[in-house]
């Protein structure tokens, strides 16, 4: 039996359709959404040239994993002070710093790549450095986007966030592919670079409007101690945080597993990417808006700061006590 949606569900669809896309009218949001896009293709670039490179230098499969690590395990490290330092620091001048700071990294690494200085261990420091900062934008730049689109639409500009994100995941390693083949390991180092310009263009033209602050400023400590104690006390956010801890800790066991083990190993690695999506799920599902900006797999305090910002919580409840 078929059914045909009455008026008012089309209505309603309609509604929802023009509603995801209200945030594409705001230019600034805009911008930064397509800046954002080319870095992210050019990170993705560069951790597919980053193990290529491992690989060329004649390392084993074991520093091919440690790359992977390398790479993911600032967020893990980072993931609580970053995102109170996007809390208590200005946003604006925090990604044009953390930019810079990436960029000075992938600098250096495309020049020692070029000129044959880059050995395994340099190789493995420069792409946690590059992590690092990227770990402190990231949590910074979803801080930004309820100051650029307004409350009712911040649950379309995360999803376009997520959609972009995931999209630069699917071209990224693409590309390098084809860059790598026709013009060698290091001109994607070189893109990556490139790709930080956008996003320094787009945020230095935004004129963050300031505010008076009417409560005592925050310590990075005292911030991260407060997040810690509020999660600690709400069942639906600790519950997130410990299936994204789980979800990194089977992420880097799966990818050693299918990178430098055996065949059994290979096989228990896909298993446990299973329980990954598993995990993800249920993650997802007790909290919405969790699944559709969450682009690491540490970000517990990310649901938190959005539910903030949607005007679900204060500092005065009874968590922070």
């Known amino acids: 039996m078929i059914r045909v949606a009455t008026a008012s569900e089309k209505t309603s669809a309609g509604r929802n359709s023009a509603r995801f896309g209200a945030p594409l009218r705001?230019?600034?949001f805009r911008n930064l959404l397509v800046a954002d896009f080319v870095s992210d293709i050019g990170t993705f670039m560069q951790n597919v040239g980053a193990a290529w490179l491992m690989l060329s230098l004649g390392a084993g499969p074991g520093y091919v994993a440690l790359t992977q690590t390398a790479a993911s395990l600032p967020y893990f490290l980072l993931a609580l002070p970053a995102g109170s330092a996007g809390d208590?620091?200005?946003?604006r001048k925090l990604v044009l710093?953390?930019?810079?700071?990436m960029m000075a990294v992938t600098l250096i690494l495309a020049v020692l790549t070029i000129s044959g200085f880059m050995t395994p261990w340099l190789l493995l420091g420069l792409t946690f450095a590059l992590s690092a900062g990227d770990a402190f934008e990231t949590l910074t730049w979803r801080a930004i986007l309820p100051e650029v689109v307004s409350k009712?639409?911040?649950?379309?500009?995360?999803?376009?966030?997520?959609i972009e994100f995931n999209l630069a995941r699917a071209v990224g390693p693409a590309l390098a592919g084809l860059v790598i083949a026709a013009a060698g390991v290091a001109t994607t180092f070189v893109v990556n670079f490139l790709s930080f310009f956008g996003v320094i263009l787009a945020v230095a033209r935004w004129k963050r409007p300031t505010r008076k602050q009417t409560a005592p400023p925050e310590t990075l400590s005292g911030a991260t101690v407060a997040a810690i104690r509020y999660v600690r006390n709400s069942p639906r956010d600790s519950h997130s945080v410990a299936s994204d801890w789980c979800c990194f800790v089977l992420f880097q066991f799966a990818f050693c597993a299918t990178t430098i083990g055996?065949?059994?190993?290979?096989q228990e690695g896909h298993w446990v990417w299973i329980v990954i999506g598993v995990l993800r799920g249920r993650c997802d599902r007790r909290c919405p808006n969790h699944a559709s900006a969450a682009s690491t797999f540490v970000d517990g305090d990310d649901c938190l700061r959005r539910r903030c910002n949607?005007?679900?919580?204060?500092r005065n409840d009874a968590s922070f006590a």
Request: charged share 25%; aromatic share 10%.
């Open 97 to 101: 710093y953390t930019e810079a700071w």
């Open 152 to 162: 009712d639409d911040l649950a379309a500009a995360s999803a376009l966030n997520g």
């Open 26 to 28: 705001v230019s600034m």
């Open 88 to 91: 208590i620091f200005d946003r």
């Open 262 to 266: 055996g065949q059994k190993r290979r």
């Open 310 to 314: 949607l005007g679900h919580c204060d």
